[in-house]
Every structure is written in C-alpha cells, then in structure tokens.
Nanobody, 127 residues
Framework: QVQFVESGGGLAQPGGSLRLSCPGS????????IGWFRQAPGKEREGVSC???????NYADSVKGRFAISRDAAKNTVFLQMNSLRPEDTGIYYC?????????????????????WGQGTQVTVSS
C-alpha cells in the first residue's frame, strides 16, 4: 500500500548533501516505527535508517556518521539528512512506516517490519 510521497531526491556530487522528506499524508508518525530504505539498480532493497516510536535510531553501517533520520512532529514529516554522499548511495529511496502496530524499544532495518510505503524518490550521486 503506497501511502507516502517522498521528496528531496535529485542529483548530487560526491561529497555533497541532500535532504529527503516524507510527509505523513493523513497518517501520524507519532509513536510509530519509521524507516528509510533504498534500492540500487540490480540490487535488493536495503534498510538505511530507522527511527522507533521510542525515538531510538538505527543505521546501516554504510551510512553511519553521514546520514541522520529525524521527525518533525508539528509537520508530521520524517527526514533523512544525507551528507558526504558517495556514488554507491545512488538509488531509489523509500520512506516506510509500521502502521498496524506500536512497539516499544528500537527499530529494525528489515523491509518485513514495515507495512506502509512511499513511492520512492531517486537519488543520484555522480560527478
């Protein structure tokens, strides 16, 4: 089920930055597990970062120290700040949320743990 419309993708040079946004669009992110995933051409979708309802974060090793996930409750929007971009960060980025359940504790980077997805936004890192 496609629920979200991500924005902020585009072309960036290596070392550059992009900020992805994912508004809730009638679904509140409060207390929900939220994740960002990406899929490069010819590769499986992989988890990039997640933010739990308890506000705990989790990052893939490949993006630790470069990416940051956050949520603006007033705007009901989730962000992914991406710095020091690399060509291998290229892909379609998806926002996802677990709509059907509320869990305490942390979040996981597996796609199986999320039931509501966005349509994706393209990120290309190239000189």
């Amino acid at each position: 089920q496609v629920q979200f419309v991500e924005s902020g993708g585009g072309l960036a040079q290596p070392g550059g930055s992009l900020r992805l946004s994912c508004p809730g669009s009638g679904f509140t992110f409060e207390n929900r597990n939220i994740g960002w995933f990406r899929q490069a051409p010819g590769k499986e979708r992989e988890g990039v970062s997640c933010l739990s309802g308890a506000r705990l974060t989790n990052y893939a090793d490949s993006v630790k120290g470069r990416f940051a996930i956050s949520r603006d409750a007033a705007k009901n929007t989730v962000f992914l700040q991406m710095n020091s971009l690399r060509p291998e960060d290229t892909g379609i980025y998806y926002c996802a949320a677990l709509k059907s359940h509320i869990f305490s504790g942390g979040c996981v980077l597996g796609a199986y743990a999320y039931d509501t997805w966005g349509q994706g936004t393209q990120v290309t890192v190239s000189s």
